[in-house]
C-alpha cells in the first residue's frame, strides 16, 4: 500500500510539471517583455518617424509638413558644403587611423618587452582613452590658442625666432590641430590592442628565429606581422568606425571655421540640423551618410572576419 502511494504522489508531481514549466516561462517573458518594449520604443519608433520626415518639409521656420518626394536628398547630394564635409571626414579619418596606427605600433613593439616601470609607464599612456573628447577638444584649443596658448611661446623657444601661426583658424594648421588632438588620444587605442596580440606570441619563436640567425627586420616581418595581423585589421577596423563619427573636437576647437573649412559630415549634419533647423535636410544627409558608411562597414567586417571563414 506504502509503494502504491509513492507511485500516486511521483504521478501527480509529474502531471504538475509541465504547467510548473509554463508558469516559469511566461514568468521570464514577463519579466524580459518590458525592457523588449523599451528598446522598440527607443529604436524603432525614431526609425520609422525618421523615415517619414525624408519626405516631408519638417523645418522649424515653415508651418505644416507638406510632402515632397525625393527633395531633400537632392538638397544634400547638390550641396557643396555636404560633399566637402565627405572629403574632409575621409582625409580626417584614414590620416587619423594611420598615423595613430603607427605610433600604437611602435609604442607597443617598445614595451612588449619587461622591464622596470613598465606597468606605470603603460597606466599613464593609456591615460587620454579615459577624458571625453569634449574635454581633450577644449584642452588641445587652450594649448594653440594664439596669443595665450604655449605653444607658440615654445616654438620660438626651439626655432630662434617669432610664430605667429593661428592654430584654430589658419590653413593647414587648422587641420594639424585636430590630428593633434585626435592623435593624441586614440592612440592608446591602438596601442592596448597591439600589444595584446604581442604578448600573445609564443616566446619560443623568436627564440628559434635567434638562433637561426634571423635579422630583427626579417624577424618583424615574416614573424611578429602575421602574428598579430588579425589584431592590427581589429585595431583599425573599430578606429576607422569610431573616426568617421568625428564631431566633439572640431565643435571644441575651430567650430567648422573659418567659415565651413574644417566642417566633418557630422559637424556639417549637427549645423544644419539643430543650428539651421532644417530637420528634413539633416535627416536625408543623416541617411546618405549611414549608407556610405555601412559599405565601409561591410567591406572592413567581410575582411576581419575572413581568416574565421577559412
Same mark, same amino acid.
Given at each position: ?23 516559469? #516561462? ?22 520609422? &518617424?525618421?523615415? #517619414? ?33 565627405? !572629403? ?25 618587452? +619587461? ?23 577644449? =584642452? !588641445? ?9 604655449? +605653444? ?14 593661428? !592654430? ?15 592623435? !593624441? ?14 604578448? =600573445? ?45 568625428? &564631431?566633439? +573636437? ?20 549637427? +549645423? ?39
Amino acid at each position: 500500500m506504502a509503494n502504491a502511494a509513492a507511485i500516486g504522489d511521483n504521478l501527480a508531481v509529474a502531471r504538475k510539471r509541465p504547467s510548473a514549466r509554463r508558469s516559469d #516561462w511566461r514568468f521570464k517573458w514577463l519579466l524580459v517583455t518590458p525592457a523588449a518594449l523599451l528598446i522598440l520604443a527607443i529604436s524603432i519608433y525614431p526609425l520609422l &518617424f525618421s523615415i #517619414w520626415v525624408l519626405f516631408v518639409n519638417y523645418d522649424f521656420q515653415i508651418p505644416g509638413h507638406a510632402f515632397v518626394g525625393l527633395k531633400n536628398f537632392k538638397q544634400v547630394i547638390f550641396d557643396p558644403v555636404a560633399r566637402y564635409s565627405i !572629403w574632409v571626414t575621409v582625409v580626417l579619418t584614414f590620416t587619423n587611423v594611420a598615423i595613430e596606427f603607427l605610433l600604437g605600433l611602435a609604442v607597443a613593439l617598445t614595451m612588449a618587452s +619587461t622591464f622596470r616601470g613598465r606597468g606605470l609607464l603603460i597606466s599613464i599612456i593609456i591615460v587620454p582613452l579615459f577624458i571625453s573628447p569634449v574635454v581633450v577638444g577644449q =584642452a !588641445w584649443s587652450l594649448l594653440l590658442h594664439r596669443p595665450f596658448g604655449p +605653444t607658440n611661446y615654445l616654438l620660438e623657444l626651439l626655432l630662434g625666432h617669432e610664430v605667429t601661426i593661428n !592654430w584654430l583658424t589658419q590653413f593647414p594648421f587648422n587641420f594639424i590641430a585636430l590630428i593633434l588632438a585626435d592623435v !593624441w588620444q586614440w592612440t592608446p587605442f591602438m596601442f592596448v590592442i597591439l600589444l595584446a596580440g604581442l604578448t =600573445a606570441i609564443p616566446p619560443h619563436v623568436f627564440e628559434a628565429a635567434e638562433l637561426d640567425g634571423v635579422g630583427a627586420w626579417r624577424t618583424f616581418w615574416h614573424i611578429t606581422v602575421p602574428y598579430i595581423a588579425p589584431m592590427m585589421l581589429l585595431a583599425v577596423t573599430f578606429r576607422l568606425l569610431d573616426a568617421i563619427r568625428l &564631431f566633439d +573636437t572640431i565643435f571644441m576647437m575651430t567650430g567648422g571655421g573659418p567659415g565651413t573649412q574644417t566642417y566633418s559630415a557630422s559637424f556639417y549634419l549637427y +549645423t544644419v540640423g539643430f543650428t539651421q533647423f532644417h530637420l528634413s535636410r539633416a535627416t536625408a544627409g543623416a541617411w546618405i551618410f549611414l549608407v556610405l558608411t555601412l559599405l565601409v562597414i561591410v567591406f572592413l567586417v567581410r575582411r576581419l572576419l575572413r581568416p574565421e571563414a577559412r
